[in-house]
């Protein structure tokens, strides 16, 4: 059975960095796509961008650039989302995504971690 | 970026009635859409890719359809599980954009 299993919620300060995890398993990690997307409280679905574990190849969304850094870990079945300096704005759902082997679609999902940041 | 436009976003339904769900694409984007399903507190779950085509699992009763710029989601005879906010997504090109999202509710 295929799982994406997140990371637990986290409550941290402005200024603080942090760094959230998505575990796959039940298939080949290294040989799909996985996309971070957000969501913040009451609105849409916003992709942050994708990494594929084989290669650690990235790409992210002009609105996510600089701003997070999507990070891989073949040997553990993991990928990362992480920031160095969190804002008030960054509160919101994160949720981890599998993309399908060959679109751009996204047939598992985590169960999302909620990320909250307050002074 | 593509924009996704979705309509309505809020529909209030019975248990039965068939729903229609829009979507618009500021570009076009061929059949590069999907649908996803998403319950309070829960994950979205993907439901149609392709414009049309179902996803494993997913009831008989939710349908797709459309190219280009403009698409649909229809469910044909709502349940009660149903009641969900509804996403599309362009898989055209990145970055990946969703729709607004369509809220039903009874």
């Known amino acids: 059975e295929v799982q994406l299993v997140q990371s637990g919620a986290e409550v941290k300060k402005p200024g603080e960095s942090l760094k959230i995890s998505c575990k796959g398993s039940?298939?080949?990690?290294?040989?799909?796509?996985i996309a971070w997307v957000r969501q913040m409280p009451g609105k849409g679905l916003e992709w942050m961008g994708v990494?594929?574990?084989?290669?650690?190849?990235?790409r992210y969304s002009p609105s996510f650039q600089g701003q997070v850094t999507i990070s891989a870990d073949k040997s553990t079945g993991t990928a990362y989302l992480q920031w160095s300096s969190l804002k008030a704005s960054d509160t919101a759902m994160y949720y981890c995504?599998?993309?399908?082997?060959?679109?751009?679609?996204?047939?598992?999902w985590g169960q999302g971690t909620l990320v909250t940041v307050s002074s | 970026d593509i924009q996704m436009t979705q309509s309505p976003s809020y529909v209030s339904a019975s248990v039965g009635d068939r729903v229609t769900i829009t979507c618009r694409a500021s570009?076009?984007?061929?059949?590069?859409l999907a649908w996803y399903q998403q319950k309070p507190g829960k994950a979205p779950k993907l439901l149609i890719y392709?414009?049309?085509s179902l996803q494993s699992g997913v009831p008989s009763r939710f349908s797709g359809s459309g190219s280009g710029t403009d698409f649909t989601l229809t469910i044909s005879s709502l349940q009660p599980e149903d009641f969900a906010t509804y996403f599309c997504?362009?898989?055209?090109?990145?970055?990946?954009?969703f729709g607004g999202g369509t809220r039903v509710e009874i």
């Open positions: 039940g298939y080949s990690f290294t040989n799909f796509w």
């Open positions: 392709g414009a049309s």
């Open positions: 990494i594929y574990p084989g290669d650690s190849d990235t």
């Open positions: 997504q362009q898989a055209s090109s990145i970055p990946l954009t």
């Open positions: 995504a599998r993309r399908t082997a060959t679109t751009e679609y996204f047939d598992y």
């Open positions: 570009q076009g984007i061929s059949s590069w």
